[in-house]
């Protein structure tokens, strides 16, 4: 990313602060690290001393985490807090000073009346700013505080009107035209122009999230989007929180039914807009609190109300199991595993998966329609001296990986293990290349309609891993399916993800399960993915506290 910051005036000593800084993360990537300060100069080459200096720098910046103990050999705990985004967010202007506030230059008036509710995360979230590579808790909060052209209602994958209130699309559907909602506010409370929302919208024409989108114009309240080809499901596209529009100099302001009032290291605070163009929520705020520990389960999801907090009431319970997670092989490596020698890994691999199954309670079988007959045979086959394999890490996947390497070893294969933290999965510079396994998550939902074609279009492992003749097929496929009828694009993600288990290009491995913990007074309690909750309809019963 170097080189890659907002064009803006930076000075030279914070664009050399924010190389070294790209050092560090590229080292040691989002995770706590046990260091001595020395190995830290060896990646910042530079000297000790000088090395100090600038960690002192970041630290003051909120650019990393850092404690350190006075003498020499003496081991220090330094974490990254921003991935590469992040860093590019802080580089905004409005975040160029350390200690800057997501309410600087805007007057916020006290937190309003109504309900409250708190919620934690295990580790800092970065800048609540549209991004397409967001996940778990990020994503959620970006469904919270930013809005697009269109969206998807909590929990479901049809799209709804959103900042435009109608949609028409032309006899040969090459253009559509949006009508914008007329007295939208951003949450600076400034009104909102077509000129900003067509300034971020044209920034997303032809990528691969509006792949089919040429060019887009704007004349007072109407937006029209001009195509290369049909694309019935530009809708689904535009409610992607990825399109969701920001402004244009502000990128934390957005249009949703909340507004960031704190965003620090320590906590995250939303509070209800009051110029939001929807249904008025019914909480006044959320806060998430963000400070760093150590989660055994990741996916427990505690929310508490100030009254829990100061007496234990009954707690209910919610559960959702929607993502498994897969592993899938490098067949474009020169040295790549032979079918027998992926057989045998496999066949480790699912044994490992049913005992974890059996040991974990938050571990789960994969449903029905991802299980299918596998189309190659076990049978004992000589594994190379070594492998190398990158996973998404979680408290269960570190878990996995570790067994799986333990088994490795005793067959004479050393596995070299690769964790990837949240948000960079897709980040430049892994080199996947020279993997051979790959262990990731994908959407269980049959109706999360852009889960496979997302990886097909964005996921640098894919390109890395999977045969390029089949890349094509699929990028063929998958843009004549969009000149049609979305259920039959739906139904076509799921013939492309059965066939992709089938021939084992990825296998299924296990469940996750996510389970969130609720007082008894809040009612009005819905889960969308990863059992996150509708904060727009929780309310709290009084006479059951």
Known sequence: MTGQYPSVSLNAKISRLARQYERLLKQYQNRRCDVLLQDVAEVLACTPRYTRTLLKEMKQRGWINWSSLPGRGKISQIQCMLDDNGLKEKLHPRFSSPHTSASEGVVFSAAPEGYHFTLSSPRPIPAIVPAFFAVHYRRHLMRMVHVGVMRFPHGCTDPVPALAH?????????????????????????????????????RLAGTPLLPYVERITANDQLIVFHLTQPDEMLLHRLAHPACSLAHPEEPTVGLGPFRVIEHTDECVKLARFAFWYGEKPLAATVTVETQLRRADDWGLINMETPRSKLRAEPVNTLSSADIFSFMTFNQLKRAALTPPQRALVLHIARSIAQSTIEAEADILPVPDWLTLPSASSFSPAPLPPSLSMAYLSTPDTDKFADALARNLSRRGCRLALTPIYNGHWHAPGKNWEHMDIALGYLSSRRAAVFTVEERWRHSRMVKAFWPVKTQRLIGAMLQRSAMGDVSHHRALLIMLLRHAIRHEIITPLYLKNFTLRYPDSVQGVKCGPQCMPDYTSLWIDTTRC
């Open 166 to 202: 109608h949609n028409i699309k032309s006899n040969d559907g090459l253009s559509w035209r949006f009508y914008i909602r007329q007295g939208l506010v951003w949450h600076n409370e400034q009104s909102v122009s077509a000129a900003q929302l067509l300034s971020q919208l044209q």
